[in-house]
């Protein structure tokens, strides 16, 4: 049996513009989403920001009721056995908000132990080993006020742990922190697995899906549009060229054109600085430099070059093929 | 066992947070004596201690409710601006089991109003509080105490479901000093009042109150000031699960 189970999760939501004349409208946030988690395993639910990644997350941690479908954790409904469940899952959300600023953080650690169970007798020893784990030995007795953003997310990962959980869901835990606090949190979470946890990871990095999860889904517009394991994603658009091209001022509507072009696979456009890095992924043995050059109408080009495809444009072409 | 420590942690937790601002604090402790001053001064008119003690505690539990109304609707709004609202409810007890220490943890505040309005009606005015019962006085204080919790766990309820209710809490603040009959014997009341006002566990409270310290029977008063405040629970609690339905529903957890 499948640790985490989702079958067909839509979630919309209601919402509306206007004051006087109120006009409502539905929000399809997650459409048809089915995936499973078996035990022991790192799932990374992979997507951009909005894709849903987060509204089926909480979905699943019983935070929000689907519109429509199931879902079951170690065999639990999310809706009708939703105090079963938070008994056996710990979450973690990225961000800053989610502690009590007037107090420590070992004085939050206590209160959810207190929250999630944890004998009386343990907690001492169990918040000591956690914050050791997440490298706050020593600050526990700072109000949390004074943490930085990397020692909250810290905080909320040994809260999510407190109780040992089984079935661990992290969302995009890794979001603004520095490169080592990153690297550091990402070590953390490869240490779950070998504890033997389950891990339903979300993130919109495709190195962090690539070097952590031993299988993935993007998630694009509230459907998963791809998954397997991240050499199978690779070798989905491991064919063809990426032509770079940098470009000074880059039109309106250039990207949309290029996309029309017969042979592309996919075209996205980075913020460098000065410039915009116009990527395209073609065709195998397609030449398309000139036609490329020919639709940025005349706009300062500088450095042209190619290379093979990476796992971040396999992430880029599937995202934006339906755009 | 494990539910009356979740309990009693979760109070203290909260009665820590709470008491950890020293301005709010300050601010809970002045803020009733506005109110008390003019109380004296409208009661000074005559001279007769005992209508000044009347005034005193009055105007005292006018501070314990005022602490009780109006910071419920903040505690729970401070737990959705905090982030923390999503966090509780995605904890395993019943949330009412978490929502009722953080109401009691607000009404244990109000113990700190009613010292300071009758310590502020002592010294500055000269009301001598004669307490002839102080067990009583003391069980009675503690049970208005818990029964203003119970009220406003009631209206906490609400605020889990709608953003914009802790607005509620400042709303039944000035009625209920009224038809709870703090500074005016509720007989003088229209008789159409007087239901909402033993609907009212404030007032059995207050009653309660006064009885224990100018020498009356305060137990009936007390008995029905407990009994509403269980009544306000268990609706709370049969409320809850639905009200938190309809926020998992309407995805308004996380809003602030």
Same mark, same amino acid.
């Given at each position: 049996?499948?640790?985490?189970?989702?079958i067909d999760?839509?979630r919309?939501?209601?919402?509306?513009?206007?004051?006087?004349?109120?006009?409502w409208?539905?929000?399809?946030?997650v459409?048809?989403v089915?995936?499973?988690i078996?035990?022991?395993?790192l799932?990374g639910?992979?997507?951009?920001?909005?894709?849903?990644?987060?509204?089926?997350?909480?979905?699943?941690?019983?935070?929000?009721?689907?519109?429509?479908?199931?879902?079951?954790v170690?065999g639990?409904?999310?809706?009708?056995?939703?105090?079963?469940v938070?008994?056996?899952?710990?979450?973690?959300?990225?961000?800053e908000r989610?502690?009590?600023?007037?107090?420590?953080?070992?004085?939050?650690?206590?209160?959810?132990?207190?929250?999630?169970?944890?004998p009386?007798k343990e907690?001492?020893?169990?918040?000591?080993?956690l914050?050791e784990?997440?490298?706050?030995k020593?600050?526990?007795?700072?109000?949390?006020?004074?943490?930085?953003?990397?020692?909250?997310?810290?905080?909320?990962?040994?809260r999510?742990?407190?109780h040992d959980?089984?079935?661990?869901?992290l969302?995009?835990?890794?979001?603004g922190?520095?490169p080592?606090?990153?690297?550091?949190?990402?070590?953390?979470?490869?240490?779950?697995?070998?504890?033997?946890?389950?891990?339903?990871?979300?993130t919109?990095?495709?190195?962090?899906?690539?070097?952590?999860?031993?299988?993935?889904?993007?998630?694009?517009?509230?459907?998963?549009?791809?998954?397997?394991?991240?050499l199978?994603?690779?070798?989905?658009?491991a064919?063809g060229?990426v032509?770079?091209?940098?470009?000074?001022?880059?039109?309106?509507?250039a990207?949309?054109?290029?996309?029309?072009?017969?042979?592309?696979?996919?075209?996205s456009?980075e913020?460098r600085?000065?410039?915009?890095m116009?990527?395209?992924?073609t065709?195998?043995?397609?030449?398309?430099?000139?036609?490329l050059?020919?639709?940025?109408?005349?706009?300062?080009?500088?450095?042209?070059?190619k290379?093979?495809?990476?796992?971040?444009?396999?992430?880029?072409?599937?995202?934006?093929?339906?755009? | 066992?494990?539910?009356?420590?979740?309990l009693?942690?979760?109070?203290?937790?909260?009665?820590?947070?709470?008491?950890?601002?020293?301005?709010?604090?300050?601010f809970q402790?002045?803020?009733?004596?506005?109110f008390?001053?003019?109380?004296f001064?409208?009661?000074?008119?005559?001279?007769?201690?005992?209508?000044?003690?009347?005034?005193s505690?009055?105007?005292?539990?006018?501070?314990?409710?005022?602490a009780?109304?109006?910071?419920?609707?903040?505690?729970?709004?401070?737990?959705?601006?905090?982030?923390?609202?999503?966090?509780l409810?995605?904890?395993?007890?019943?949330f009412?089991?978490? /929502?009722?220490?953080?109401?009691l943890a607000m009404?244990?505040?109000?113990?700190?109003?009613?010292?300071?309005?009758?310590?502020?009606?002592?010294?500055?005015?000269?009301?001598?509080?004669?307490?002839e019962?102080?067990?009583?006085?003391?069980?009675?204080?503690v049970?208005?105490?818990?029964?203003?919790?119970?009220?406003?766990f009631?209206?906490?309820?609400?605020?889990?479901?709608f953003?914009?209710?802790?607005?509620?809490?400042?709303?039944?603040?000035?009625p209920?000093?009224?038809?709870?009959?703090?500074?005016?014997p509720l007989?003088?009341?229209?008789?159409?009042?007087?239901?909402?006002s033993w609907?009212?566990?404030?007032t059995?409270?207050?009653?309660?109150?006064?009885?224990?310290?100018?020498g009356?029977?305060?137990w009936?008063? /007390?008995?029905?000031c407990?009994?509403?405040?269980?009544?306000?629970?268990t609706?709370?609690?049969?409320?809850l699960?639905?009200?938190?339905?309809?926020?998992?529903?309407?995805?308004?957890?996380?809003?602030?």
């Open positions: 049996m499948a640790v985490v189970e989702a999760l839509h919309t939501y209601r919402t509306s513009t206007g004051t006087l004349r109120r006009k409208m539905d929000v399809e946030a459409r048809g089915s995936f499973e078996e035990k022991g395993e799932f639910l992979l997507g951009p920001n909005g894709a849903g990644k987060t509204t089926t997350i909480k979905m699943l941690i019983t935070l929000l009721i689907p519109t429509s479908g199931t879902a079951r170690l639990h409904d999310v809706v009708k056995d939703a105090r079963e938070r008994r056996r899952i710990g979450y973690v959300f990225g961000g989610g502690v009590y600023e007037r107090l420590s953080g070992y004085d939050n650690l206590r209160y959810f132990a207190e929250l999630y169970g944890v009386p907690q001492k020893t169990r918040i000591e080993s914050l784990l997440v490298g706050l020593g600050r526990e007795q700072e109000r949390t006020e004074g943490y930085s953003r990397g020692m909250k997310q810290r905080l909320h990962v040994a999510g742990l407190l959980p089984p079935v661990v869901f969302d995009e835990p890794t979001i922190l520095d080592v606090g990153a690297r550091e949190l990402r070590a953390t979470i490869a240490s779950l697995v070998d504890a033997g946890k389950t891990v339903l990871l979300t919109h990095y495709m190195f962090e899906a690539d070097a952590l999860c031993d299988r993935i889904a993007v998630i694009n517009k509230g459907q998963i549009v791809a998954h397997g394991t991240p199978d994603l690779k070798r989905g658009v064919e060229t032509v770079e091209i940098e470009v000074f001022g880059m039109p309106d509507g990207v949309e054109r290029v996309r029309e072009i017969g042979g592309v696979m996919s075209a456009v913020e600085e000065q410039a915009q116009l990527i395209v992924q065709e195998p043995d397609v030449e398309l430099t000139q036609v050059l020919s639709t940025l109408d005349g706009a300062s080009v500088g450095r042209i070059s290379r093979e495809p990476t796992l971040e444009d396999a992430y880029v072409s599937l995202v934006s093929s339906d755009e | 066992m494990r539910t009356l420590r979740l009693a942690f979760g109070w203290w937790f909260q009665f820590k947070t709470i008491s950890r601002s020293p301005f709010e604090g300050l402790i002045i803020y009733p004596l506005f008390a001053t003019v109380a001064l409208m009661f000074r008119a005559g001279t007769d201690q005992k209508t000044l003690l009347y005034a505690l009055g105007s005292a539990v006018m501070g314990m409710w005022s009780t109304s109006t910071t419920a609707g903040g505690a729970m709004q401070r737990e959705r601006w905090h982030g923390t609202l999503e966090a409810v995605a904890s395993p007890p019943h009412a089991l978490i /929502l009722l220490p953080i109401t009404s244990t505040i109000g113990i700190y109003c009613l010292v300071a309005t009758l310590a502020f009606g002592r010294f500055v005015f000269g009301i001598q509080l004669t307490v019962h102080p067990l009583a006085f003391a069980i009675s204080i049970g208005t105490v818990l029964s203003f919790g119970a009220l406003g009631l209206f906490a309820v609400t605020f889990v479901r953003r914009a209710a802790w607005a509620l809490g400042n709303l039944f603040e000035y209920v000093w009224l038809i709870g009959g703090f500074l005016v007989v003088l009341l229209p008789e159409w009042v007087r239901p909402i609907a009212l566990a404030p059995w409270g207050m009653n309660a109150i006064r009885e224990s310290s100018l009356g029977n305060p009936p008063d /007390l008995a029905f407990l009994a509403l405040g269980l009544g306000y629970v609706v709370g609690v049969l409320a699960e639905r009200v938190l339905g309809a926020a998992r529903k309407r995805a308004t957890l996380s809003l602030t």
